[in-house]
């Protein structure tokens, strides 16, 4: 089956870096495109950064340029790399992968950024 495993949230304070990490299982990793939501209380889901099978990436306008999303097929493994962090994006941030019509989600992992 497949799975996705976020590691890498925390309470990082303005301005500072996190580095998230999103593990794949159970599908051919180099032919999936990736994808990083989040999800701030109250507000609804929205995409953050995607990154095809081929490499090519994009990226939410408010994120763009203070976040890079990379992969690494060897690992099978999605990165978001996020700098220069605002409290605007604490957020539950989630891994996301379409296999044959189907979503499948991580489980979150946690951002904190204080002011």
């Known amino acids: 089956q497949v799975q996705l495993v976020e590691s890498g949230g925390g309470l990082v304070q303005a301005g500072g870096s996190l580095r998230l990490s999103c593990a794949a299982s159970?599908?051919?990793?180099?032919?999936?495109?990736m994808n990083w939501y989040r999800q701030a209380p109250g507000k609804q889901r929205e995409l953050v950064a995607s990154?095809?099978?081929?490499?090519?990436?994009n990226y939410a306008g408010s994120v763009k340029g203070r976040f890079t999303i990379s992969r690494d097929n060897a690992k099978n493994t999605v990165y978001l790399q996020m700098n220069s962090l605002k409290p605007e994006d604490t957020a539950v941030y989630y891994c996301?992968?379409?296999?044959?019509?189907?979503?499948?989600w991580g489980q979150g992992t946690q951002v904190t950024v204080s002011s």
């Open positions: 990154i095809t099978s081929g490499g090519s990436t």
């Open positions: 159970g599908i051919i990793f180099s032919s999936n495109a």
């Open positions: 996301h992968t379409w296999l044959r019509l189907v979503a499948y």
